[in-house]
């Protein structure tokens, strides 16, 4: 068993939600503990009940709980909607309004001044939930000298007077009370990071040397757009750019990369079913271009705040005709950094298209996170070392990847195009060349897959030598590696990463001996089960499967893997 203390915190869109959560996140995460943050909002632009969950540890934590030990609730509907997830010595922070639910949780309701409180010091209203911060504080023990230094760097840019003062009597009120809370978890001793998978990606992105960043905003995958148009005044050679729509952005990037310039783009799985053309386009021409593509339930406009994993199939066959590409699935915002840097690197190394697939649970939530940018170099990729006027763009090599050259360079022309082609770019329609440069494409996948063994296409956790093995991908690597602790027999963990091209030899490896292999991933069809039955020939023996949108709870997950442990 593990001590994790669980925090929510809920009210309206305008009420600051996910800023409270991120705030408390950030000072936890600070004073050394590890941290995981949620939110969960409606597909509003205005109104609607917003969430933010927190769960701290002293140790590593993968994922939040449902159950709460504190609830902040900035209005009225946080109490009756989440008073259910509230454990046995839960209290509730109100702001100062009449409901009858506050009687109904009897001493496990604190009403506390955070409007009026607010009012008082002439702070926006939207600071209130500084208030509850400061009594949060008190009811965790926390030293109030060393958070009261924290959160004036936390609050830099937002009115920190203002902000502290409102802890100050958050602190205060509680501490006047008298009111504790039964339940203490031991501080960490090295300060965090706490850091969004959407924010890892684009940091490893800039670590490998991007120049341009080009994107039509979709949630999840929008905030990647957002913070590295901030990062353009601390990077002065990038480029980021919003066009008009997708197909728009990714058009776009493949005339910047035709120039020379490293671009990724970005969008979520149904912005990138507009970009099927010129994906394909890209794995013709064999142009190195990188896709953020994040998943939300589906099919159509689907649920697109919420998250799912029903978009593996879409993302190992889209758009038309056959050439490699890479896929890789981070399962959290360390893995995101590696999958932003990596595969600009791969995609400039192989000239073809690199898939990171996510989720909104890997995009939008914040975790404690160790990110090294000293550990990456840009790769280039093969550069044409002697140029003239019989440079062929798309010669043809042992390891089916051509010399690279960009327009402007003196006395040489570059060609690419859409229509299939023969080593100068000049279209073809016979079948001996429309063949050769379909080998030669091949060639290159030859080549890729030598990568394989170069790179952690998949991770292994637990025992080892357990005849019970449990596959996950992506975003369920956390409730997965959380519900392990709460199993009752030890069990082999296997994360695949790269999901295209499929590490067949080692996923088969680690499998082959097992007696029951238990499928965990977030979708209707069991898209991974059948992935590795089509790529390995082994049957997975069950799955557990979630497709309501929302994550699995790690205490839940462990109760169906431990029943299907003893069957």
Not at 349 to 364: N, R
């Amino acid at each position: 068993m593990v001590d994790i203390f669980t925090i929510g915190i809920g009210g309206q869109a305008g009420d600051g939600v996910k800023e409270a959560g991120g705030t408390i996140g950030t000072l936890l995460a600070k004073l050394g503990y590890e941290v995981f943050v949620s939110f969960a909002n409606p597909s509003l632009i205005k109104g609607g009940h917003n969430f933010a969950r927190v769960s701290f540890s002293r140790e590593k934590i993968w994922c939040d709980y449902n159950k709460l030990d504190v609830l902040i609730a900035l209005n009225e509907k946080s109490v009756t909607l989440h008073k259910n997830e509230l454990n046995q010595n839960a209290i509730v922070f109100a702001d100062s309004f009449d409901l009858a639910d506050l009687d109904e949780l009897g001493t496990k309701a604190v009403a506390i001044p955070m409007s009026v409180s607010a009012t008082a010091v002439g702070a926006p209203m939207i600071a209130r939930n500084s208030v509850a911060l400061g009594a949060l504080g008190y009811l965790l023990d926390l030293d109030f000298k060393k958070m009261s230094e924290i959160l004036q760097v936390v609050f830099e840019n937002k009115k920190p007077e203002l902000n502290i003062k409102l802890v100050d009597i958050g602190f205060e009120f509680l501490e006047k009370i008298g009111l504790s809370h039964p339940k203490k978890i031991e501080q960490g001793k090295s300060e965090k990071e706490l850091i969004d998978g959407n924010t890892a990606f684009a940091r490893g992105l800039l670590a490998a040397g991007l120049d341009f960043y080009i994107s039509y905003p979709m949630t999840p995958s929008t905030s990647i757009l957002h913070f590295l148009a901030g990062e353009q005044k601390n990077y002065p050679h990038l480029k980021v750019i919003q066009p008009e729509n997708e197909l728009a952005a990714i058009n776009m990037a493949l005339g910047v990369v035709y120039a020379g310039k490293r671009v990724a783009i970005g969008s979520a799985t149904g912005g990138f079913a507009l970009m099927q053309e010129a994906f394909s386009f890209s794995g013709g021409a064999e142009l190195p271009l990188v896709v953020a593509v994040s998943q939300r339930q589906a099919p159509a406009t689907g649920v697109p705040t919420f998250s799912s994993q029903a978009d593996l199939r879409l993302a190992i066959h889209s758009v038309h005709g056959e050439f490699p590409r890479i896929i890789i699935a981070p399962g959290d915002s360390e893995e995101a950094f590696l999958a932003g840097a990596n595969g600009l690197n791969l995609a400039w190394q192989y000239q073809t298209p690199v898939i990171a697939l996510m989720d909104k649970i890997v995009s939008e939530h914040s975790t404690t996170s160790l990110i090294n940018t000293d550990q990456i170099k840009i790769e280039t990729g093969k550069l044409a070392e002697k140029i003239g006027p019989d440079y062929g763009r798309y010669a043809i090599t042992a390891d089916g990847i051509s010399p690279m050259a960009f327009p402007g360079t003196p006395d040489m022309v570059v060609k690419i195009t859409s229509y299939e082609h023969d080593e100068a770019g000049i279209t073809v329609e016979e079948a001996e060349p429309v063949k050769a440069m379909v080998d030669k494409r091949f060639a290159k996948a030859e080549t890729l897959a030598s990568e394989l063994d170069r790179q952690e296409t998949i991770k292994i956790y637990g025992d080892k030598n357990a005849d019970t093995a449990i596959v996950f991908w992506g975003s369920t690597k956390g409730p997965v590696l959380e519900a392990v602790k709460y199993l009752d027999r030890p069990v082999k963990l296997m994360q695949i990463i790269w999901v295209e091209p499929f590490d067949t030899k080692k996923v088969t490896a680690e499998l082959a001996s097992a007696k029951k292999i238990i499928n965990v991933e977030g979708n209707h069809n069991a898209q991974m089960a059948s992935l590795i039955r089509e790529k390995t020939g082994l049957e997975v023996s069950a799955n557990i499967l979630k497709y309501d949108s929302r994550p699995f709870d790690p205490l839940d997950l462990a109760q169906k893997i431990n029943i299907l442990c003893h069957e």
